[in-house]
């Protein structure tokens, strides 16, 4: 079973530029999470969408950051203007139904993300 | 809200035990553990759903005390593949999983 797939890898832009992330997950997994790792910290949660429909954003800064998951499957992280404070590893995870705190999450490889 | 991992930091020697606390301020439902080595993703280890509930995987295994809100990782005879940084993931009421700072253990030849 193929894992999740997250593009780029690795990113640098200057601040104020725009960049996007790319996460296709398990396939047959319902719920899609965007987290956010900065260096020496656990994963913090942007946003989790069931099938298409986001179920919480309440952390995700939406003055720059924005999401969507067209068709349910996979899902774009944008931002737009970047910030140096926005360098940090971005995390696409998958699990396989809805409530994320009751079922395992698998993650992907993550984009390393670089502001300067 | 965040879980509070101790320690923040251990070394052992192949062959030696340990142990990883997680701690809650608040009620909790569930309680993940997740491995990272550096440069990779988070890879799920265990969950436990139950107050009081036991789970083991090969030599590691974790408990879930609810009553204290609390969870520990115990890591017995360890082996050189078990070094890496290890995130608790709480969930609450509401289905939001929220992880640790991390506890970076590295084993010794």
């Known amino acids: 079973e193929a894992g999740v797939a997250q593009s780029p890898r690795y990113k640098i832009i200057e601040k104020r530029q725009s960049v996007a992330f790319w996460c296709n997950p398990i396939?047959?997994?319902?719920?899609l999470y965007w987290y956010q790792q900065i260096l020496g910290q656990g994963p913090k949660l942007l946003i989790q969408f069931q099938n298409n429909g986001v179920v919480d954003d309440s952390q995700l800064p939406k003055d720059r950051f924005s999401a969507e998951r067209l068709k349910g499957v996979d899902s774009t992280l944008k931002i737009q203007p970047a910030k140096l404070e926005d360098s940090a590893v971005y995390l696409c995870?998958?699990?396989?139904?809805?409530?994320?705190?009751?079922?395992?999450?698998?993650f992907g490889p993550g984009t390393r993300l670089t502001v300067t | 809200q965040q879980p509070v991992q101790s320690p923040q930091a251990v070394i052992l020697r192949e062959g030696e035990d340990a142990v990883i606390n997680c701690s809650s301020s608040?009620?909790?439902?569930?309680v993940h553990w997740y491995r990272q080595k550096h440069g990779e993703a988070p890879v799920f280890l265990m969950i436990l759903l139950k107050g009081g509930e036991q789970k083991g995987h090969e030599k590691i295994s974790a408990s879930f005390n609810e009553k204290k809100q609390q969870s520990s990782l115990y890591l017995t005879a360890s082996q050189l593949s078990y070094s890496g940084t290890y995130f608790c993931g709480t969930g609450y009421q509401g289905g939001k999983l929220i992880f640790g700072q991390g506890t970076e253990l590295s084993v010794k030849p």
């Open positions: 608040k009620a909790l439902y569930s």
């Open positions: 396939s047959g997994h319902a719920t």
């Open positions: 995870a998958s699990s396989l139904v809805l409530g994320g705190s009751y079922h395992e999450q698998y």
